[in-house]
């Protein structure tokens, strides 16, 4: 485990020096792209936005009792040990290189990390053994012991005199803490033991040590690609909206407590995305490249995108995974550029339907074009809520498209657009088990009450979505009671979620709770309950909840 440590430690700091991805993220990486679907969804079900720290703490177990099984059968054979750190190497190799950050440099860390951890295991084992001053040491002891047996098969027939003797020597040899006496040889092993013990020990703590300095100074030099700098000077110059929103209506938030606000603090904002480490884009060399199925392939600069006229657009991102009464959604005022101006530059071909956006850290997201381009606000988001975007919601540029789920619109530090066709490619969930066309369903959730609440007059209240088609109703039902519509918040247009709310007098007891949307189109949420893959979870949220 010594060795393990060591091997990890040492390949974080190359990671840190050379500016590459340590093993363990890597494979954390693969297992990320190649778990399956019902997987992904139990892990996002049971640890939510834990999964990532689950994920990695789960890496760091497996390895560590392999580690440990490794040092068992090192106990035959070192070879053993070392050729099983090799093979870690080359998976966390084998991780890096199919990874999509993979310089020449990438396999860097899992190889030199492994060699520090064979070197360690070997030089552990040797400390094991007696060193050849203690070898001479035993060789005498055993002389001696020889002595001592040839002395008693000279006396075979003397008994007394060879228990006299033996007991003499035990007088001798006993000491303070009145041991047991022990053979010569046996004790000049033990004692050999206690010795290489210490070594060995000694040798542990050095290596932990190396391992403890050589993690944390790692983890300190990658901290060198931290964009926060980057970021805060983002923010001194953040221009403002050419064409700027009113400030949202008062009537948007009806400010119940408990009840989701209106605009979703950004460090409330649900984040979901593969990423295990947060991609650190630098705005300098940020470029957003537009090719495929286009007239003119561009390619544009930070400095270019935000010379361009920026506007404003309160939009709510839902992500496909949420479940009915799932946290997955958020709403924001994000500043950015119309998506559709830019493509407009690079000259879009009739025949292409999709644009394939690539994040910085190679996820990739299929758009439909024709939404993109119908007039609606999508747009290459730089701020929300009034702010340079947060790291985690794609700092620099990210996308957004109202009505879409985030899966198929709003690729987080997006630096590549590809032009094509659904028939022709395929995004990162695709094979994964989702659907290529993400449009969100008409969706709401009951935020109050959850569980207790006083007999008598309460308030129900929550949110409700149905993006680019607006909310025009919300009912509630109460113990298969009558349905009846709920107030509903102002909106200061239709890609917002809009909180609603209504009043009830709970006799004590038990109470299911159960509400449904009705969009701009006149389409009420269905009933029927479906998971959120492929495409959407579906269903009346309902809550079970207590008068007492
Ligand atoms: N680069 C990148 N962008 C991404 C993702 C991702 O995994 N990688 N996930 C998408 C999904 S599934 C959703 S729901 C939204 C979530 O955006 P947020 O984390 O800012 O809330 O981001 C989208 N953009
Ligand atoms: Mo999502």
């Not at 290489?196 to 703590?205: A, D, E, M, P, Q």
């Not at 403890?212 to 983890?219: D, F, H, L, R, Y």
């Not at 009915?324 to 493509?343: I, S, T």
């Not at 985030?406 to 630096?415: D, E, L, N, Q, R």
């Amino acid at each position: 485990m010594t060795a393990g440590a060591v091997a990890l430690g040492i390949a974080q700091l190359v990671a840190g020096v050379f500016g590459g991805t340590s093993p363990i993220i890597a494979v954390g990486n693969s297992a990320v792209d190649n778990t399956p679907l019902w997987l992904k969804e139990w892990a996002i079900r049971t640890f939510g936005e834990n999964d990532k720290n689950v994920l990695i703490g789960g890496i760091l177990v497996v390895v560590a009792l392999l580690a440990a099984a490794l040092g068992v059968l090192s106990r035959r054979r070192v070879g053993f040990g070392v050729a099983g750190l090799w093979l870690f190497g080359l998976v966390g190799m084998v991780a890096v290189l199919t990874g999509a950050e993979a310089g020449p440099l990438a396999i860097l860390p899992p190889l030199i990390g492994a060699g520090a951890g064979a070197m360690t295991l070997s030089s552990l084992f040797r400390r094991l053994e007696p060193p050849p001053w203690a070898e001479s040491e035993r060789a005498e002891a055993l002389a001696a012991a020889k002595t001592d047996d040839s002395r008693a098969a000279a006396e075979p027939g003397d008994s007394h005199a060879a228990a006299e003797h033996d007991d003499s020597h035990a007088a001798a040899e006993r000491d303070d803490s009145g041991k047991t006496e022990m053979p010569p040889v046996m004790r000049a092993g033990s004692e050999l033991h206690a010795f290489s013990r210490r070594r060995l020990l000694t040798g542990v703590g050095v290596g932990v040590g190396v391992a403890g300095v050589s993690g944390i100074a790692g983890q300190l030099l990658s901290g060198r690609n931290d964009v926060s700098g980057a970021r805060t000077a983002v923010a001194k110059a953040l221009p403002t909206a050419a064409t700027p929103l009113p400030p949202l209506p008062a009537g948007v938030d009806f400010k119940i407590p408990n009840l989701s606000p209106f605009s979703t603090p950004n460090h409330d904002f649900y984040r979901v995305d593969t990423a295990l480490v947060v991609p650190a884009v630098d705005p300098k060399s940020w470029t957003l490249k537009i090719h495929g199925m286009v007239d003119k392939p561009i390619e544009i600069t930070f400095d270019d995108l935000i010379k361009r006229p920026l506007m404003e657009a309160d939009v709510t991102l839902t992500c496909v995974s949420n479940e009915v009464n799932g946290p997955y959604v958020g709403n924001a005022r994000w500043l950015g550029v119309r998506m559709a101006d830019v493509l407009r530059e690079a000259g879009l071909q009739a025949n292409a339907d999709m644009l394939l956006s690539t994040s910085s850290d190679g996820w990739t997201c299929g758009t439909p074009i024709d939404i993109v381009m119908d007039g609606r606000d999508a747009l290459f988001a730089i701020a929300m809520n009034g702010e340079v975007l947060p790291v985690s919601h794609g700092f620099p540029v990210r996308q957004v498209v109202p009505g879409l789920y985030g899966y198929v619109s709003a690729t987080k530090w997006v630096t590549d657009i590809k032009v094509t066709r659904y028939d022709l490619d395929e995004a990162y969930w695709t094979p994964r088990g989702w659907s290529a066309m993400g449009p969100i369903k008409t969706g709401s959730r009951i935020d109050l009450p959850r569980n207790k609440v006083k007999p008598g007059r309460n308030t129900i209240a929550g949110v409700a979505w149905a993006q680019h088609r607006g909310i025009e109703k919300v009912e509630v039902q109460v113990d298969d009671g009558d349905w009846r519509v709920a107030r509903l918040a102002e909106v200061p247009g239709p890609d917002t979620w809009r909180q609603w709310a209504i009043d009830w007098d709970f006799t004590p007891g038990l109470h299911t709770i159960r509400c449904r949307a009705t969009d701009g189109t006149g389409q009420t949420q269905t009933a029927n309950g479906a998971p959120p893959a492929p495409n959407g979870a579906t269903g009346y949220p309902t809550v079970l909840m207590e008068a007492v």
